[in-house]
């Protein structure tokens, strides 16, 4: 099995029971809208769901517009990850294991909306001046780091892997 099959599988794997595991435990132990102060004025828990996308989008929405929505670009999104991921180099382990992460959080919201109709979320921040993060949940963490770990590896690409424009060399003399 080449490695970047087993650093996605690894990530997918961590991600997506996590996620899973985390909500099954919020939904056992809280009651919907319940807060417990974790760490007085910056983190708690909270149970709340979320119809919508990411901060609340399109949460408004008919409700059976928003699952065919949600539900398609999910499947969308899986598809290109897969997709993605058999493009890359065998030896590629960063950018399998962002992908895997990213599939893993996709799968977990994707199960919620089949499961609740809805995504559970929990982990709510609180910042400077007053200010709330919007509630989140594990698989908005793993799509989160597995984007940045793709954006970390496309900016800190040596120099010899980026195109150059024609008659420049990134070699020594």
């Known amino acids: 099995m080449a490695p970047k099959i087993r650093w996605f599988l690894a990530s997918l794997a961590l991600a997506l029971p996590l996620d899973q595991l985390s ?11 319940e807060r417990v102060r974790v760490i007085q004025g910056f983190f708690d828990l909270t149970h709340v769901r979320n119809p919508g996308g990411a901060f609340s989008f399109f949460a408004d929405g008919p409700a059976e517009q928003r699952m065919v929505f949600f539900i398609g670009s999910t499947l969308v999104a899986i598809v290109l990850l897969i997709l993605f991921l058999r493009r890359l180099e065998p030896q590629a382990r960063l950018s399998a294991l962002a992908l895997g992460s990213i599939l893993g959080g996709a799968v977990g919201n994707l199960t919620d909306r089949l499961v609740y109709g809805e995504v559970i979320d929990f982990l709510d921040f609180h910042l400077w001046g007053g200010y709330t993060w919007p509630t ?4 908005d963490s793993a799509i989160v780091l597995g984007v940045g770990i793709l954006l970390v590896e496309i900016f800190l690409q040596n120099d010899e892997a980026r195109p150059q424009p024609d008659g420049v060399s990134t070699e020594s003399s």
């Open 136 to 139: 989140f949940n594990i698989a």
């Open 23 to 33: 909500k099954i435990w919020i939904v056992k132990n809280f009651h919907y809208g």
